[in-house]
């Protein structure tokens, strides 16, 4: 315990905020310093095999096309370049969107405290949610712990 949460309690409370996004409220618990730091890390270095599944997904496609000369598609050991874009790259940047949505979820409040977010995956969200639901939900979430952030950083 802390010398602040022995002298004032633990401030759970404290660190709840609450904001409404298409007519439901929702509760929204503001992470610890240290707790950013690790969901920062998590979310910049996706699990690898979250990223091979996505470029896995994102090439099928392509296979059919390996023995033909296309200036438009390069096979490379272990990328697809298309038009200038590496599908790897773009599998990373997907994952690492996965990761922070799915970071910025767990933090919600559920109604019923004997539930929990922690485990929540992002093919779970993905059910629940369309990526336009996703992404409004995750924009209200960081507003509510880091108001003015947006602000301050230009945006």
Request: proline share 4%; charged share 30%; net charge negative.
């Amino acid at each position: 315990m802390t010398r602040l949460s022995s002298a004032l309690g633990t401030g759970a409370e404290f660190r709840i905020k609450k904001f409404e996004l298409g007519g439901h409220a929702f509760r929204v618990r503001v992470p610890l310093v240290s707790e950013s730091d690790a969901m920062h890390s998590r979310i910049i270095k996706p699990d690898s095999a979250a990223i091979d599944k996505i470029y896995a997904d994102l090439t099928k496609s392509l296979d059919e096309f390996k023995t033909l000369k296309n200036e438009e598609l390069v096979f490379t050991e272990n990328d697809v370049v298309v038009s200038g874009r590496s599908m790897r790259e773009a599998a990373t940047n997907k994952a690492m969107m996965e990761a922070r949505i799915t970071e910025m979820i767990r933090l919600l409040q559920p109604e019923n405290p004997a539930n929990t977010l922690d485990d929540i995956t992002y093919a779970e969200i993905e059910l629940e949610w369309p990526l336009s639901v996703q992404l409004a939900l995750v924009e209200k979430i960081n507003e509510v712990i880091s108001p003015g952030y947006k602000e301050n950083r230009g945006n």
